[in-house]
């Protein structure tokens, strides 16, 4: 999250991750540090980097 | 003659008796060598992770370099390079900082890892190669594939008194990977537009 809103701020950044919760597969797209794509929809997503 | 028979036959067996333990049994039976060299297309595969490492926060897996660098790859080679790592520690802090484990494995195969675990750390029975199937949109088959993978790398075993997934983790340290510094099972890829992905920890 520190990378979508700093270094890489202005790309298209498409992130596979993890649930902390369960384990199941997070998929996201930022376009400009913001959230493009969210799957699952139920998914909460904290950008850091202040 | 006889004399420098006799000396020489002594020479040999003092010299023996210093030899380290595991020098003198290779004298008698040859052990197994581990390969101290990749073939040129697996070492490609090396060479590109190694380079990877060294950049900030980076630490692209062998399946995603195998995919990075093109060609034809297989399940085969990623083993191959998987033991590769496991025996050469030496090769990179990334590997002595985060275990070789988290650099050959799939996600699939992490996400896997990353649930029976838990289960097995909760008393829970794990989910079923339907469920898992299910949550990695894969088909049961590509589940045993994942089993088998990581069963290969011994990291789980196969135990047939439980129902269901029939296997469960290897080892201790498998069941209890979380702490400072253990990302054994975890994955986090990145893709910047127009550009190859990579993982980082």
Request: charged fraction near 25%; charge should be neutral; proline fraction near 6%.
């Amino acid at each position: 999250m520190l990378l979508v809103s700093s270094e890489l701020k202005d790309n298209v950044v498409t992130i596979d991750d993890s649930s902390q919760y369960n384990g199941a597969p997070i998929h996201l797209v930022f376009e400009n540090s913001r959230v493009k794509e969210l799957d699952p929809a139920t998914t909460r997503v904290f950008l850091g980097g202040g | 003659m006889k004399r420098l028979k006799s000396l020489t036959a002594l020479t040999v067996f003092l010299a023996s008796l210093l030899l380290p333990p595991n020098q003198a049994a290779a004298q008698t039976a040859a052990p197994i060598a581990a390969p101290t060299a990749l073939p040129d297309k697996q070492q490609k595969v090396l060479d590109y992770m190694l380079n990877d490492w060294n950049k900030p926060s980076r630490i692209t897996g062998v399946d995603l370099a195998m995919q990075n660098v093109g060609g034809q790859y297989s399940a085969d080679d990623r083993y191959a390079i998987g033991m590769f790592l496991r025996n050469n520690p030496r090769l990179h802090r990334t590997l002595r900082t985060f275990g070789w484990e988290t650099a050959v494995l799939t996600p699939s195969e992490k996400h896997i890892g990353r649930i029976v675990s838990r289960a097995e750390r909760q008393h829970q029975p794990p989910p079923s190669r339907e469920e898992f199937a299910q949550v990695l949109k894969v088909s049961p088959a590509a589940v045993t594939d994942a089993l088998k993978m990581l069963e290969r790398f011994e990291i789980m075993r196969p135990d047939l008194t439980l129902k269901g997934l029939g296997y469960r983790m290897a080892e201790d340290r498998y069941v209890d990977w979380e702490g400072a510094m253990r990302i054994t099972f975890m994955n986090h890829r990145v893709q910047v537009e127009g550009e190859k992905p990579f993982e980082v920890f």
